[in-house]
């Protein structure tokens, strides 16, 4: 491999403090299997800080807020304006979430829900795998952004949670077909 071990066992150690590979004392690593309930709480934690954000925005000035105005310019657009590219419309998904955090002024909570997307990011980018995931993506960001910036934070909120736990529930129903394809 022409590396040498110092780099390797770091990144081997990071693996395994995030829960992505068991290690064995003088016997080796090992991958975990996947735990469904570990990335079920990390959404769970996600929602939490995307609602506190949306929170927060309702007392700001959204006029020319330049996080909003990228946002504006990217979900709320025309069907024949919107990207189809899985892989981009994953990218601008992600951007979206963290971008409500950014917007909301609260640079802990906005890297606390970094580290989590960056757990989560993997298994979020099974949801564009289906093009009506992606259609649903770009409908779901404008009526939420429609209601922050109609002020209708509780409804922004319910929309948004329902956004999220509609995606968790297809990443989790994708994961577990490609497991089940996975086995011999």
Not at 148 to 168: C, F, G, N, P, Y
Request: contains cysteine; aromatic residues 8%; negative net charge.
């Amino acid at each position: 491999m022409q590396a040498s071990r110092t780099p390797v066992r770091q990144a081997l150690y990071r693996l395994e403090r995030e829960g992505y590979l068991e290690v064995y004392f003088r016997s080796g690593w090992r991958v975990r299997a996947f735990d469904f309930n570990y990335f079920e709480e990390l959404y769970d934690v996600r929602i939490v800080l995307e609602c506190a954000a949306l929170t927060r925005l309702e007392a700001l000035d959204l006029e020319q807020h330049p996080v909003i105005d990228e946002l504006k310019h990217t979900w709320l657009v025309t069907p024949s304006e919107r990207l189809q590219d899985a892989q981009q419309v994953s990218a601008l998904d992600e951007r979206f979430h963290c971008a409500l955090l950014e917007a909301a002024g609260n640079t802990e909570m906005a890297r606390l829900h970094l580290e989590i997307t960056e757990k989560i990011r993997i298994i979020r980018r099974l949801d564009f795998t289906q093009a009506a995931r992606i259609e649903a993506t770009y409908d779901e960001h404008a009526q939420i952004l429609g209601a922050v910036l109609d002020r209708q934070t509780r409804h922004a909120q319910q929309l948004l949670t329902q956004h999220i736990e509609i995606s968790k529930q297809e990443v989790r129903k994708i994961t577990l077909h490609r497991l089940h394809v996975a086995r011999p």
